[in-house]
């Protein structure tokens, strides 16, 4: 995680703008005053900075909640931030040096809004769930010019990866998107994707409910397949296979393909060491037989006006709202010089979005963008006005 290490935090103006940096705000929080969030704008990633005051020196780092795919503008506001202020760095593993040539035209990392506005459907989909080196991924596009790749990752070093390929490769046919896959799903129309796949996910033993592979997800996979299309699972756990299996067949009506030790045209740097172990690689497919209604999602995120006073809000930190379905979580809150934020979680229990309410007056918005259009969200969405609006 880059981060500074400083021996006194500084404050500058708010707003202003540096070297193609905007900062925007600071929100100081209520509860734990070593805490504060700068919300800064690079080109069109907008986020949190954290500081974190400990005890001989501070720390300066990306808030992990909005933390943007580009690393460089992670970079880029962290340095700007420090020369602004006339910081006094004690250490950093921020590099210097600037953008890499290969990503300055890169155009595949799309955020959430660009998929829940405008979803391509203009060719066949697939879909990669967690592509790591991108090895895999890159292959397919590779072989299948026709056909375009969205490959999903949370693993920044790995996004910055495969960009680069991209880059290097000239592939077009390839988009990457950080975001949780189970509810990046929700929002993909019906009946359009050939397939997914799921290389070596997680396991997650002590935490399933945290596993890809869930009754929800395969119910989402079977919406947004084709007719004929194909879930794969692969995976060196024998755990997470049974696991999976046991899941898949408490469908009424499914079709599983099972293969174990197959060979596949492009493996991981990991299965290569796993086979050098014999260790044992499972293959779980599912064939979709049926085709879908389409997805109908009523509602908006428009936020009501805001009758409670900045210090109600405060008081909201730690109270829980539970619903059928869901909750709303307001974790931490924070004073604004012109109002006051919190942050919250929302949604369904087993996938909940995290993000943060900015209030000023009686006007409120989500930050740094709207939640996913997603039924639990919606429910969450109309709970939370309710809170606000008093």
Do not use: C
């Amino acid at each position: 995680m880059p981060h500074l290490h400083i021996k006194e935090f500084k404050e500058i103006e708010f707003p202003s703008v540096s070297d193609g940096v905007s900062f925007n705000f600071i929100a100081d929080n209520a509860n734990h005053k070593e805490e504060k969030l700068i919300s800064v704008t690079v080109e069109d990633d907008e986020f949190f900075l954290l500081l974190k005051e400990e005890e001989g020196r501070n720390l300066l780092k990306v808030d992990k909640l909005t933390k943007p795919a580009s690393i460089y503008n992670v970079h880029k506001a962290l340095l700007t931030y420090a020369k602004e202020a006339g910081l006094e760095v004690l250490s950093s593993n921020v590099p210097q040096n600037q953008k890499n040539v290969h990503l300055q035209e890169v155009t595949a990392l799309k955020d959430i809004n660009y998929f829940a506005h405008n979803f391509p459907k203009d060719k066949e989909i697939r879909i990669e769930v967690g592509f790591g080196s991108g090895r895999h991924l890159l292959h397919q596009a590779i072989s299948n010019p026709e056909v375009l790749f969205i490959g999903i990752e949370i693993h920044h070093p790995s996004i910055e990866q495969v960009l680069k390929q991209i880059a290097i490769k000239k592939l077009d046919n390839i988009l990457l998107l950080s975001y949780d896959a189970r509810l990046f799903m929700e929002l993909v129309p019906s009946n359009i994707v050939g397939k997914i796949y799921v290389h070596f996910p997680v396991p997650w033993d002590k935490k399933p409910h945290r596993r890809v592979i869930s009754t929800t997800f395969i119910e989402e996979a079977r919406r947004i397949l084709k007719v004929g299309g194909t879930l794969e699972l692969r995976t060196d756990s024998e755990n997470y296979y049974a696991y999976s299996y046991e899941t898949f067949i408490a469908f009424n009506r499914t079709t599983l393909h099972i293969n174990k030790n197959r060979d596949i045209a492009v493996t991981s740097k990991y299965e290569d060491r796993w086979r050098k172990m014999e260790k044992n690689i499972y293959d779980l497919t599912m064939i979709n037989d049926e085709e879908s209604p389409e997805l109908e999602l009523d509602g908006d995120f428009d936020l009501l006006d805001v009758n409670l006073s900045s210090e109600e809000i405060l008081e909201l930190h730690k109270k829980v709202q539970k619903f059928e379905g869901g909750f709303i979580h307001f974790e931490r809150t924070y004073s604004l010089k012109d109002g006051a934020m919190v942050r919250i979680s929302m949604g369904s229990f087993d996938k909940p979005e995290h993000l943060y309410i900015v209030s000023r007056g009686k006007e409120a918005s989500y930050y740094p963008a709207l939640p996913l259009r997603s039924k639990s969200n919606l429910i969450a969405h109309q709970f939370l006005n309710k809170v606000l609006h008093g």
